[in-house]
Each structure stands twice: as structure tokens, then as C-alpha cells.
């Protein structure tokens, strides 16, 4: 079923042989390999890798023609073939310098061969095929443990965006109600970032499911993960997803909160500008009608006059300030 020569867009592979898993260069197939697994470069060319390798893919593409999903679309799908084959379109999520950034992996699979691809910079990939390089227990025949572990590093690294996340919110929880700073632009920007988040887990928790069907199989060897593996991966990103809508509400909390302290503060500061304008209107007001230059004003010839005047200026605006001052405006 396998080529001699794997096509150009295969850049690794990765083969299990009776003492584990072995990463090696794209060639001709080893007869004593167990199972292959074939990183493509682009996900549009997943299917035409397996196609090239003489594996019929046509009910494959049938099926995404169908519902109107192209090889090439990016959106979440699980689509099987009864004893035939598995293809799989799921989102990846990455957090690096305050910034969600989302790809998707693409997989199809049959008992012995699975073909991946990998876009974003998640790095689900590596991660795998460097757990596979350190033999670490995978059970399962065929090349079902590779699927079940690119799920797992999945799930993992969404669990470390939604830390990633936590982190931010608290550090930003900490600075939110301060005066002196605005806060506002980064808070805006993880509310962006953790929707981003979490529009790429939610397919997660729901295709993941759809990866159990018993009735999926290949040849003599089954093609289903684990019933109860599945069931663990949905729960840790139902959860995740549970504790990213934790921060988004928090956010939203520490926003109603911050600009609730910024009405008030304007408040404080209107208060005390009409307070100032009222202490200063009794000086403006006395001048104003002095100012008028009347003929018939008696008190410009008293000899305290102007004295009379000031004092009373002055007594009228440390009154009002005393009075503002014990009332809260000043």
C-alpha cells in the first residue's frame, strides 16, 4: 500500500518497528516497520500524500464534497469511513508575548499509517515526535497511538494557553485599579485573546467524541481510541474552556469596576472645579458691581470702605471654602 518514495511534501517520518518508534529519512518503506507516520507540510496535501502512497481516499473526498469542506478549509471536522479510514480537522492554540495565536492540525489515518499536518505555532508535532523518541509508553496497536497522542498534546497545550492566560488576568487584577495607569488597553486585549482561545478549544469537546465510534476499522486492525481516553480529553477541555470563561467574566468585572472608580474620580474632580468656581464668583461678583463706577455708591466715600469690602471678600470665600472642605468637594 506504501510507494517506494514518499512524495516531495513529506518532510519526516516516523516508524514503529518491534523495539518502539524511530524517526527517519524519507524513503523507501522499511518491510519490518509496524506502522508509519508521515508529516506533510501543508494540510491541503494530506490527502494527496496518502493518495500518492496508493491509499484510496476518494470516499474521503465524496464526504468533505458533500458537506461543502474542501481539503484545504480550516474548519473543525471528523469524517470516517467505516473499516476504511479516519480524517480529522482540529484548531491548535499557542500563547507567546501576550498573544493568541491559532493554527489547525490535520490528520488522516488508517490502521497502519497515519499522515499529519501542521500549521500555527503550537508545536504539537514536535512535542510528539519527540515523546515518541523517548519511548515513552503508548499503547495501542497500528498507528492509533500517534492519534491519541497528538490529542493529548492538544488538550496540553490548550491547558497552557489557559494558564498562560490565568497569569495575565491576575498580573492585570493587580494594576487594573490603579489611577495612575490605564489598564483598559490590556484588558481589552485579553478579552480578545481569550474568545480567540477559546473559539479554537471549543470544537475540541465536541468532535473529540466522535473519534470513539466502535465501528471504525481498518483491515483486522481497529481504528477507535479509547472510550474512556476520549471521555478524559473532553472533560479537561470542557474544563479549560469552564475556567477561560472564569477570566472573561473576571475581566469584564474588573472593567465595570474601573470605570465605575473613573466616574467617581471625574465626579471628585467636577465637584471640586464647581466648588472653586463658586469661591471665585464672590470676588468676581464685588468687583463686577464696584466696577460699574455708579456716582451714587454712599460707602465709596466711608473711610472703611474698601477695608469693609475685602474683609468681607474674604470672609465670604474662606466661609464658602470651609464649608465646601467639610462637605466632601474640596
Known sequence: MVSPQPPVSVRRTVERVSDGWHETTPGPAVARAEARWFVVED????????????????????????????????????VRVNDHALYVVVPTAAYDDEQVTTGRLVLFATGTVLYSAESGSAGVTDKVVERLGEQRALKGRGALPVLAAM????????????????????????????????PLPRLYNLKREISEARRALLPLSVELPDLGDDRTTVSTEPLRLDRQLLERLTAHAERID??????????????????SLVSVRQNEDMRK??????????PTLVAGIYGMNFEHMPELAWTWGYPGVL??????????HRAFKHNGWL
Open 273 to 282: 472645579i464647581s466648588a472653586w468656581a463658586a469661591i471665585a464668583a464672590v
Open 43 to 78: 494540510g491541503a496535501d494530506v490527502l494527496d500524500a496518502a493518495e500518492e502512497h496508493g491509499l484510496d481516499v476518494s470516499e474521503i473526498r465524496a464526504r468533505l464534497a458533500r458537506i461543502g469542506r474542501g481539503p484545504s478549509s480550516v474548519a473543525p471536522r471528523v
Open 151 to 182: 490529542l493529548v498534546e492538544l488538550v496540553a497545550g490548550a491547558s497552557d494557553v489557559e494558564l498562560a492566560l490565568g497569569d495575565a488576568v491576575a498580573h492585570l487584577e493587580q494594576v487594573a485599579f490603579r489611577l495612575d495607569e490605564d
Open 242 to 259: 469552564q475556567h477561560l470563561e472564569s477570566h472573561d467574566s473576571l475581566l469584564s468585572d474588573m472593567l465595570t469596576v474601573r470605570l
Open 311 to 320: 474683609f468681607a471678600m474674604v470672609g465670604i470665600c474662606v466661609g464658602l
